[in-house]
């Protein structure tokens, strides 16, 4: 007898395809990819709002073994990055394995069969040997609470659901929020609009993006004849200079005091660089510690918010009214459209799914102290349950895509094992995990994430998000291990 595991996976952004990708690359065939929207994507498939791109050189946000010649900028935009993900899903014949339009409500886990037992928003029941949750960490935009809100008249949206429909052009525009999203788009909408009122409650760090001149424009022109440009070494070696970038950085994160000034020298000389008026350079000034919230590349948003039409808000908003934000400075700001720059439910993982383990043990409860897995991946009790980009495997520094390749072949590792061995399922050892969460959550107490307040912590203060090291580190270690595993070989009941 063999058996062959059935494989399911919920979500098509990234990681699902990762996970996806990595078992039809090693001949398993067996899976289904289920995403509760109509379109692949995930994060790049929602974010369409002005100015959306990645933070992260696109020779590295991109699969390693799918390089693309064609990237038109060296930081893709939002629409280049979908368009990759559709031709690497198309051209690796994945997409007669997904289905779109299908929510998981929840999953449970039956011992006696060993089976998963996945009920959909359609009422359908799906069953999978193996279930491979790829969520996100943030696909579930926030919005504040905010008295008023709900009376406010013109146009509001979050920042993830960006509402096409609304003309800009010389609007009266408040931006709430001064994070990742709303330093994209205040510099792609400020010419157009009327007036920016930018409500900010903490000024980012930010270093230069390095968008085409960090290599002299002679390089840069050669690298640029479509010739060389296809030549895989260029992109290779592009990847490599920007892996070791990024590695550095991480080392100042991690609590290298010395790499850590020259981030914050570097951040500090491109603000001043860049802001000549005394008094936005002081609101432009963040106040804790660089890197406790996510570092933030652009070389577009100080001179933006340097022009005449916008202005920086620094007291906080009391409530909305049906045409303005008012302050808890008294002062009201009429305004047309409100666009809610206010991130994602990181720390929720995989809320709002309702799932169960052996013994109808509830993921919600084992997480009420905050989330927490084996290398992200694996729950004790909760077996051939592998979480893609699961708790503590953000970085604050790197791709993630590298970290979704690294767990992608954890979970293909596994399921050979299953295959292999003729095992019905497998669960990671409790005290394999708890030494495992000990060891990581002592390392981030010394890394500067605990330094102040982020969607990187949980209200206990626990780091949930990220990776306490470097990239390299976790692609060392992310190897399926059957010592770290209780095996069943034989079902209790059949
Ligand atoms: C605006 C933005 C910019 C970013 N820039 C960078 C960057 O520069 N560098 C970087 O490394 N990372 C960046 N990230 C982080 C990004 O989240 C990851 O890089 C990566 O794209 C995550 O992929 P994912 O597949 O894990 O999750 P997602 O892309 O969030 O995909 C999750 C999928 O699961 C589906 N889903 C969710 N719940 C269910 C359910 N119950 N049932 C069915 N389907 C479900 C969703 O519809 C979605 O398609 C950015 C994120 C955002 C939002």
Same mark, same amino acid.
């Given at each position: 007898m063999t058996r062959t595991p059935s494989v399911l996976i919920v979500g098509a952004g990234f990681g699902g395809l990762a996970a996806a990708l990595e078992l039809k690359r090693h001949g398993h065939h067996e899976f289904t990819i289920i995403d509760k929207?109509?379109?692949?994507?995930g994060v790049w498939r929602d974010?369409?709002?002005?100015?959306?791109?990645?933070?992260?050189?696109s020779d590295l946000y991109s699969f390693s073994f799918e390089q693309?010649?064609?990237?038109?900028?060296?930081?893709?935009?939002q629409a280049d990055i979908l368009a990759y993900m559709h031709d690497v899903a198309e051209r690796n014949g994945l997409m007669d394995h997904i289905r779109f339009g299908i929510e998981v409500a929840s999953a449970d886990f039956d011992a006696d069969s060993g089976v998963w037992r996945v009920q959909t928003s359609t009422g359908e029941v799906i069953e999978a040997d193996v279930f491979v949750p790829a969520?996100?960490?943030?696909?579930r935009p926030v919005m504040p609470t905010i008295e008023?809100?709900?009376?406010? +008249?013109g146009a509001s949206f979050h920042s993830a659901q960006w509402?096409?429909?609304?003309?800009?052009?010389?609007k009266r525009v408040a931006i709430v929020g001064t994070g990742a999203s709303a330093i994209q788009i205040i510099p792609a909408i400020q010419p157009k609009v009327g007036s920016l009122t930018v409500f900010q409650r903490s000024a980012p760090w930010i270093i230069p993006k390095f968008?085409?001149?960090?290599?002299?424009p002679k390089v840069a022109a050669l690298t640029k004849l479509p010739v060389v440009n296809k030549l895989p070494g260029i992109h290779r070696a592009e990847r490599l200079g920007w892996w070791a970038f990024y590695e550095f950085v991480t080392s100042g994160l991690e609590g290298n005091g010395k790499v850590a000034d020259f981030l914050t020298a570097w951040a500090t000389s491109h603000r001043e660089s860049q802001i000549d008026d005394p008094e936005l350079l002081a609101k432009m000034t963040?106040?804790?510690?660089?890197?406790?919230k996510r570092g933030l590349m652009a070389s577009n948003y100080y001179p933006a918010v340097g022009q005449p039409n916008v202005h920086i808000e620094t007291s906080h908003i009391e409530k909305i009214t049906p045409n303005a934000v008012v302050t808890d400075d008294g002062v009201s700001h009429p305004v047309d459209v409100i666009v809610y720059?206010?991130?994602?439910?990181?720390?929720?993982?995989?809320?709002p799914m309702n799932i169960h383990g052996i013994?109808?043990?509830s993921l919600r409860e084992v997480w009420s102290d905050g989330a927490r897995a084996y290398y992200g991946l694996a729950v004790p009790h909760f077996p051939n349950m592998f979480v893609m980009?699961?708790?503590?495997?953000?970085?604050?520094?790197?791709?993630i895509i590298y970290m979704h390749e690294q767990q992608a072949r954890y979970v293909r590792q596994a399921v050979e094992f299953l295959k292999r061995k003729k095992a019905f399922y497998v669960a990671v050892k409790p005290e394999v995990e708890q030494s495992y969460d000990a060891e990581i959550q002592k390392r981030l107490e010394k890394?500067?994430?605990?330094?102040c307040s982020s969607w990187? +912590?949980?209200?206990?203060? +626990?780091?949930?998000?990220?990776?306490?090291?470097k990239m390299s580190e976790y692609g060392k270690r992310t190897n399926f291990d059957p010592k770290d595993y209780d095996v069943t070989r034989q079902l209790a009941v059949g």
């Open positions: 929207a109509d379109g692949l994507g974010n369409t709002y002005p100015g959306a791109a990645c933070d992260a050189p693309n010649a064609n990237w038109p900028k060296r930081f893709a935009g969520v996100g960490q943030l696909s008023g809100m709900a009376s406010f +008249r509402n096409h429909d609304v003309d800009l052009t010389e968008e085409n001149y960090y290599i002299p963040p106040d804790y510690q660089a890197g406790c720059c206010t991130g994602f439910a990181a720390t929720q993982f995989l809320a013994g109808g043990k980009y699961g708790p503590n495997t953000n970085l604050g520094s790197g791709s890394t500067v994430w605990t330094k990187y +912590r949980e209200a206990s203060g +626990r780091v949930v998000a990220n990776w306490p090291g």
